[in-house]
């Protein structure tokens, strides 16, 4: 039985032409993960500041406790923080000396005196709590605060508060963000074991498509989609693949794709997975390897295939294949939905790192229309309101094949399959398009 015919006799209710949202996924998730191991292999010592992106090979542990002694968590004086206990109105100590950052203050601090002391500062044996600058006034050697500003304890960080040592600081598998690299740099290391980049290849089906160069000519258009799905897999890190254009010949077909499955690890076409009289990919790839072709319940996106392309080597490996619509919008989508996942998956993610994004929820400024029984996505735009759950308005028009909505909008309204109408008011999921970091 072929890969593909297991996951679909172990999917309750398994249907190609009426799969929802959350079927693809789950049957996505199984198809990709006999190709994980190998890559899991593949492994590489990068400079700290090439690691942006990459995947995680090994565990990090922690060499040291991070930080390594009890600082002070702000400019100030360092005292006893038993003086507090009874203390009412202004308390007097005396300075007796100053801790500077970077090194240790060798001297001795007893009761009823402070030592001026600045962020970062080692905190001498002894001493506990830390009054901020701002709430002193000093009269020659003597300190005066009120008591009731703060309790004991205050404004102290301890030693491995961040990290203890021979603790795990990173975990294999995690796919490294700024923070990462701050971590690691907090710990010494220079250097970082990752995993190599994920290779797809992926190309543009048609007759009716135009590389950009060509003159325009009645009934073409020209291809956008290579572009946004170069710019969806270079965010993701991967080692992109373009293979440029490949009109509706099934010979070109059929090298073209043995060609992606020699030379990548997955690989993308977008058009020519319906059921179109000229739409040869179809036929190729059925021929060629182990594929499913699905109508899927949700909008923008209904037909898309799956499969593995065997490589023609000694290996006996196989490339993982995403056919997506050849709707500009719907490439997209689908990308979001089910691609994103599965690469990050092959690239050696583990299951937090590849989780999606929560959803955020939102107020619909506007009714939308529709029927339960698909998932859609709709183009949103999403701004902030005091006080209130942030507001999402329907941002133009919502065609498949309509580019420029997508550009104005900052995240996809996720209108869940059992979902019916949306009220104006009424609250609704949201997919951002971007985070902070």
Known sequence: ?????????????????????????????????????????????????????????????????????????????????????GATGELPLRIVGT????????????????????TGAVMPAGLDTVVPQEFCTVDGDTLHFPASALRRGDNRRFAGEDLMAGSAALRAGDRLGPASLGLAASLGLATLP???????????????????????????????????????????????????????????????????????????????????????????????????????????????????????DATGGHAVLFGLPGNPVAVMVTFLAFVRPALLQLMGCHAEARRPPPLLRATSATAIRKKPGRTEYQRGLVRAVPGALPEVRIAGNQGSGVLSSMVEANGLVVLHHAQGSVEPGESVDVMMFDGTI
């Open 1 to 85: 039985m072929s890969r593909i015919a297991e996951i679909a006799a172990a999917l309750a209710g398994y249907d190609a032409k009426a799969l929802s949202v959350e079927g693809v996924q789950q049957f996505v998730e199984q198809l990709v993960a006999p190709g994980v191991p190998a890559l899991l292999r593949q492994r590489e010592d990068v400079p700290l500041r090439d690691a942006l992106g990459r995947v995680l090979a090994d565990d990090v542990v922690s060499p040291f406790s991070v930080p390594p002694h009890d600082n002070s968590a702000m400019d100030g004086f360092a005292f006893d923080g038993a003086a507090l206990d």
């Open 194 to 312: 990752v995993l190599r980049r994920l290779r797809v290849a992926y190309f543009s089906t048609g007759d009716e498509i135009l590389s950009l160069g060509d003159a325009p000519r009645e009934g073409a258009v020209y291809d956008s989609n290579r572009y946004t799905v170069f710019g969806l897999l270079t965010r993701l890190g991967c080692e992109v693949v373009d293979l440029g254009l490949v009109r509706d010949d099934p010979a070109t077909l059929e090298a073209t794709l043995r060609r992606a499955a020699s030379e990548a690890d997955a690989i993308i076409t977008s058009g020519g997975v319906s059921v179109g009289q000229a739409d040869h990919t179809r036929a190729v790839m059925q021929r060629l390897g182990d594929m499913a072709f699905w109508r899927i319940a949700m909008r923008p996106g209904r037909p898309m295939a799956v499969g593995l392309i065997p490589r023609d």
């Open 99 to 118: 801790a500077l950052a970077g090194a240790a203050w060798r001297g001795e601090v007893g009761p009823g005196e402070a030592l001026r002391i600045m």
